[in-house]
């Protein structure tokens, strides 16, 4: 079986180190907000070219912690893609605000030229959300964010270290909002998150609000906060990941590169955006039904993702700005991402593109 991702062997490159770390963790009898956070909080701001970074248990309670922050609340509205991870609609919803619906384009993310149709006096922000390892079209959103007076908060859950012509990501939006997982371009066993700001008064707040409203023992209880501490071991992990992330991403890429001249004129790929330099997150093709071509696939000893299956401004328990929404629709019934883990050998990438090319899911172009 070619798997998504390939735990066994990226942990033959950071096994030595996450022991290692893990040691050093018990002997500063420190589990929690030790050496191993800090050190990863001041790389992210050396990566980010941030003032501040702090460590959260996920990409979602950034989102959340954020709009918190900002102080956004009942009866505010916030506009999001309408296609994405679930945590994209359900940080914001677990907020108390409303979430905006805005329909997506042919890359998969927020068409900004519909932002407008989203503005109401409510508006307080845009959660911009850069999917599938590119970022999501920065300037328009900057410029609509400032003539409007609202905030920009940048999901870069994805699209850590993809460039907006040339720029890191990392340093698009007023506050940026990512996380770390098995498939994300710092990956770690299981997940955990980060918020980025040069803002010293969201700082000040999400520090209170990673660890229920009391950011340390002696110090005021601001407020009803979250249980987000950051963690060292989770650190650890980090750290550990953090000495190949650069390669990884570049063998992502040159992936990427393969795949593209394999199924040039034969597959239908999501099309990547011109400002965007994607960093290989997922390679995903656009197949006739992707819960059949998944099952097809598996057959084959593939194994693939079905991202995504929600169309946001369809479900039931959320209220919807949206009437119509096809090329969500489109992304829902088509979108299958392709194994492309750093640690595939040439010979998983050529069956893999046997595999898609000769199984019939395909041809949806």
């Known amino acids: 079986m070619i798997n998504t991702q390939n735990f066994a062997k990226r942990w033959d490159d950071i096994k030595d180190d996450i022991i290692e770390g893990y040691g050093k963790l018990h002997a500063n009898e420190k589990v929690v907000n030790g050496f191993f956070v800090r050190s990863v909080e001041s790389k992210l701001k ?5 003032k501040f970074a702090l460590l959260l248990h996920s990409g979602s309670h950034a989102i959340s912690m954020a709009i918190k922050a900002y102080g956004i609340g009942p009866k505010d509205e916030v506009i999001i893609p309408n296609y994405s ?62 003539k409007n007076n609202i ?28 996380s770390f997982a098995d498939n994300k371009p710092i990956p770690i066993a299981g997940t955990y998150g980060a918020l980025l700001t040069d803002d010293q008064i969201v700082y000040d707040q999400v520090r209170c609000l990673r660890k229920n409203g009391k950011p340390s023992r002696l110090e005021k209880f601001v407020s009803a906060g979250y249980s ?17 992330f650069r390669k990884w991403i570049k063998r ?88 492309n883990n750093p640690h595939m050998s040439d010979q998983e990438i050529q069956q893999v593109i046997d595999a898609v090319v000769n199984s019939s899911v395909a041809p949806s172009s």
Not at 46 to 50: A, M, Q, V
Not at 153 to 165: E, T
């Open 252 to 339: 992502r890429q040159d992936i990427g590169k393969i795949y593209d001249a394999a199924f040039k004129g034969k597959v239908e790929v999501r099309p990547s955006p011109n400002y965007s330099e994607w960093n290989g997150h997922k390679y995903a093709i656009m197949v006739d039904d992707k819960f059949e071509a998944y099952k097809k696939l598996l057959d084959l000893g593939i194994e693939t993702e079905q991202h995504y299956p929600d169309n946001f401004s369809k479900l039931g328990w959320i209220k919807s700005n949206l009437n119509d929404s096809p090329v969500t629709d489109k992304f829902v019934k088509q979108s299958l991402t392709i194994p």
């Open 85 to 146: 991870c679930q945590a994209t609609l359900s940080s914001v919803a677990i907020t108390d605000c409303t979430p905006v619906m805005c329909e997506i384009n042919e890359y998969g993310m927020m068409d900004t030229d519909r932002l407008q149709e989203c503005l109401t006096p409510n508006t307080k922000a845009v959660l911009a959300t850069g999917l599938y390892g590119d970022v999501h079209e920065h300037k328009t959103i900057e410029v609509f964010c400032k």
């Open 151 to 178: 905030f920009y908060i940048n999901d870069a859950a994805q699209s850590q270290f993809a460039l907006y012509n040339g720029r890191n990501s990392l340093e698009l939006g007023d506050t940026v909002c990512m």
């Open 228 to 244: 987000s501490h950051p963690e060292e071991h989770k650190a650890v992990q980090i750290l550990a990941s953090m000495k190949h």
């Open 46 to 50: 050396e990566l980010s070219n941030r």
